[in-house]
């Protein structure tokens, strides 16, 4: 896939991290660091988007049922007691 040049600016210390990074010969240059850094962190943050996506999805059900059968589909009976019994253990 062709390249495309951006100006972007970046704070010094994140400069200096980029730096480190070729110095320590991870990197072959900053063009190469913040270019794989970059798409890491796309595909990191395009995979939480997923997973908070997809726990709205079951909390929007849950609410359904909750509505639909007039009480939680989930039973937490028994939890306050061992959130008690537990800290009181600390």
């Given at each position: 896939?062709?390249?495309?040049?951006?100006?972007?600016k970046?704070?010094?210390?994140?400069?200096?991290?980029?730096?480190?990074?070729?110095?320590?010969g991870?990197?072959?240059?900053?063009?190469?660091?913040?270019?794989?850094i970059?798409?890491?962190?796309?595909i990191?943050?395009?995979?939480?988007?997923?997973?908070?996506?997809?726990?709205?999805a079951?909390?929007?059900?849950?609410f359904?049922?909750d509505?639909?059968?007039?009480?939680?589909?989930?039973?937490l009976?028994?939890?306050?007691?061992?959130?008690?019994e537990s800290?009181?253990?600390?």
């Open positions: 896939m062709p390249s495309k040049a951006i100006p972007v970046l704070e010094e210390d994140v400069i200096e991290s980029i730096d480190e990074l070729v110095k320590k991870l990197f072959r240059s900053r063009n190469e660091a913040i270019r794989r970059l798409g890491k962190g796309l990191t943050f395009s995979n939480e988007v997923d997973r908070k996506k997809t726990i709205a079951i909390a929007d059900r849950l359904l049922l509505r639909d059968l007039g009480r939680s589909p989930i039973s009976k028994g939890i306050r007691s061992q959130l008690i800290r009181e253990r600390l």
